[in-house]
C-alpha cells in the first residue's frame, strides 16, 4: 500500500533551517509528483510547492521564493523539503503528499517544526 | 485570505444533508481546472475525499459528492453521520498565480 513517512519533529531558533524527509513507499516513485503543504496551528492548510520526481522540476509559492528548496533522492525513494532563514511564523506542521496530476492522493503522517529563541 | 472561498462552519443533524461551497475565479475554477475535496479529522492528516470534479477514491461512500458549475464547486453530503464532524477543503490550481491553491476551510459540526 502506498505510504509516506516523514521525519520527526523539529525545534528550531529564528533564523536556522530545517530539513523534513518524507520516504515513499509502495508505489514506483519516480511516476508521481510530490507536493508539499503546511498547517500553522489552528489554521488553513497553505501550499508550499510541488517537485517532478521524474525530473526535478519544481514549482514554488510565490511567497516562499528564495528560502524554499525541494528536491528527491530516487535511490532510496525520498523527497526533501529545506526551508532557510525560518521566522516564527513558520511555526506548523509540514505534510508531503503525491501528486498525481493536480489532486494530492496519499499523505504523509506530518512534521511539526516549531520555531523559538 | 484564500484564493478559493469557503463559509468558516456549517452544521447539520445526523441523516440531513449539507453543502460546502467553494467560491473561485476565472483564473481557477472557472478556467476549468479540477477542484478537489480533503476531510481532515482532529489531529491528523487531511485526506482526499473528492478527486477531480466528482470522482471519489476507493472507499469514500457515496454520501460524499462534489459538484462544480461556472467558478464555484460544493462539497454535498447526504445522511450525516457523527464521524463526519471534520474540516473540509477545497484545492484546485490557479494559473495566474501558477500556484495551487487550497479554500480557507470549513468546519463541519454535527448536531
Known amino acids: 500500500q502506498v505510504q509516506l513517512v516523514q521525519s520527526g519533529a523539529e525545534v528550531k531558533k529564528p533564523g536556522a533551517s530545517v530539513k523534513v524527509s518524507c520516504k515513499a513507499s509502495g508505489y514506483t516513485f519516480v511516476r508521481y509528483g510530490i507536493s508539499w503543504v503546511r498547517q500553522a496551528p489552528g489554521q488553513g492548510l497553505e501550499w508550499m510547492g510541488w517537485?517532478?520526481?521524474?525530473?526535478?522540476?519544481?514549482n514554488y509559492a510565490q511567497k516562499l521564493q528564495g528560502r524554499v528548496t525541494m528536491t528527491t533522492d530516487t535511490s532510496t525513494s525520498t523527497a526533501y523539503l529545506e526551508l532557510t532563514s525560518l521566522r516564527s511564523d513558520d511555526t506548523a506542521v509540514y505534510y508531503c503528499?503525491?501528486?498525481?496530476?493536480?489532486?494530492?492522493?496519499?499523505w504523509g503522517q506530518g512534521t511539526l517544526v516549531t520555531v523559538s529563541s | 485570505q484564500s484564493v478559493l472561498t469557503q463559509p468558516p462552519s456549517v452544521s447539520g443533524a445526523p441523516g440531513q444533508r449539507v453543502t460546502i461551497s467553494c467560491t473561485g475565479s476565472s483564473s481557477n475554477i472557472g478556467a476549468g481546472y479540477d477542484v478537489h475535496w480533503y476531510q481532515q479529522l482532529p489531529g491528523t492528516a487531511p485526506k482526499l475525499l473528492i478527486n477531480?470534479?466528482?470522482n471519489r477514491p476507493s472507499g469514500v461512500p457515496d454520501r460524499f459528492s462534489g459538484p462544480k458549475s461556472g467558478t464555484s464547486a460544493s462539497l454535498a453530503i447526504t445522511g450525516l453521520q457523527a464521524e463526519d464532524e471534520a474540516d473540509y477543503y477545497c484545492?484546485?490550481?490557479?494559473?495566474?498565480?501558477?500556484?495551487?491553491?487550497f479554500g480557507g476551510g470549513t468546519k463541519l459540526t454535527v448536531l
Open positions: 503528499a503525491r501528486a498525481p496530476t493536480t489532486e494530492l492522493d496519499f
Open positions: 484545492q484546485s490550481y490557479d494559473s495566474s498565480l501558477s500556484a495551487w491553491v
Open positions: 477531480g470534479n466528482n
Open positions: 517537485i517532478s520526481v521524474y525530473n526535478g522540476n519544481t
